[in-house]
């Protein structure tokens, strides 16, 4: 499985930022983004199952972020509006063979690299 997530930049407060995540090689149980910033653990952010039937948003980005999936080449995106400086960090799309409600990072066996994310105040 190779992931290749791109679409990261610098970006000013109030302004958005679409990354895109390339899942080659076959369809998944559910897809995911996640972060990390300097000196933090690494934090989900977005989670959804592979048919696109149920979405989870960790609560600082709810009403802002949207995750989705292009049915024609299985292209994973992270919308992401409304950006502050506190979403600076490092994304990484990951994907797992499985979903359930409660799905966590460990879930998740394939990583791409990450795409660096700055929201400058």
Known sequence: VQLQASGGGLVQAG?????????????FGSVGWFRQAP????????????????????DSVKGRFTISRDNRDNTVYL????????????????VASTWYSGIKA????????????????
């Open 15 to 27: 302004g958005s930022l679409r990354l895109s995540c390339a899942a080659s090689g076959r369809t």
């Open 39 to 58: 000196g933090k653990e690494r934090e989900f952010v977005a989670v959804m199952n592979w048919r696109q039937s149920s979405r989870k948003y960790t």
């Open 79 to 94: 919308q992401m509006n409304s950006l502050k400086p506190e979403d600076t960090a490092l994304y990484y799309c990951a």
């Open 106 to 121: 460990p879930d998740f066996t394939s990583w791409g690299q990450g795409t660096l994310v700055t929201v400058s105040s």
